[in-house]
């Protein structure tokens, strides 16, 4: 079945549920990770991110530095710091919205 076979009822039920979602509320959006633990732990969730559009949908993708073991996951891709801003470009990268650090505590 096509979009444009789907029923105007349904399409219009699709529209109206995902008029809800906001850019600015979505929790989940393409991150890159320094810890690549916290990366894998992400990337198993298989999170949802907002696309701009008002039936589609995307995986989130996470990208992560350092060393994990062979996973086979699709989502979590190995990208290095020293690489990270040539990579950015590419078109197939998507759109990274976050970069998640791990907090540094000094004692006082």
């Not at 690549?36 to 696309?51: F, G, S, T």
Request: proline fraction near 6%.
């Amino acid at each position: 079945m096509h979009f444009n076979e789907m029923p105007a009822d349904v399409i219009e039920e699709i529209k109206q549920y995902r008029s809800k979602y906001r850019i600015d509320e979505s929790i989940h959006v393409d991150t890159y990770f320094i810890d690549p633990l916290l990366a894998l732990n992400a990337a198993k969730q298989r999170n949802r991110v907002y696309c701009k559009h008002p039936t589609i949908d995307g995986l989130q993708v996470c990208y992560y530095r350092g060393e994990l073991p062979e996973h086979g996951i699709e989502n979590l891709v190995h990208v290095e710091l020293h690489d990270f801003v040539d990579f950015l470009p590419y078109p197939n990268c998507g759109c990274l919205k976050r970069l998640k650090c791990p907090m540094i505590w000094k004692k006082s």
